[in-house]
């Protein structure tokens, strides 16, 4: 099970932090991914990283989005930089059962309920 939480409201340039609990499985064993969609258009993929920590970030959020884990405590984050109004969306985080994983939705077999983000100008 994947739980999000942290979704808010947010002005243009803030910050803001998401997490994702991971119950039920080795988290660490898995690859993690955060994924958003906003109203109207397709998933996209955000941020990735595989069991050895390598990290991978869609071009729109480069340099302003973080994401890391914690295998102790099964979490894994968003850190979201001078956030802009294109990144409100519904944030996902989800599991791919690889060591390897990208930002291909169809890589992962399971998904958090999601949790919302808004950025305000």
């Known amino acids: 099970q994947l739980v999000e939480s942290g979704g808010g409201s947010v002005e243009a340039g803030g910050n803001a932090r998401l997490s994702c609990a991971a119950s039920?499985?080795?988290?660490?064993?898995?690859?993690m991914g955060w994924f958003r969609q906003a109203p109207g258009k397709e998933r996209e993929g955000v941020a990735s990283i595989d069991t050895d920590g390598m990290t991978k970030y869609a071009e729109a959020v480069k340099g302003r989005f973080t994401i890391s884990q914690d295998s102790a405590k099964n979490t894994l984050s968003l850190q979201m930089n001078a956030l802009k109004s294109e990144d409100t969306a519904m944030y996902h985080c989800?599991?791919?059962?690889?060591?390897?994983?990208?930002?291909?939705?169809?890589?992962?077999?399971?998904w958090g309920q999601g949790t919302q983000v808004t950025v305000s100008s």
């Open positions: 989800a599991a791919a059962e690889f060591k390897m994983c990208g930002l291909r939705d169809l890589q992962y077999k399971y």
């Open positions: 039920g499985y080795t988290f660490s064993r898995y690859c």
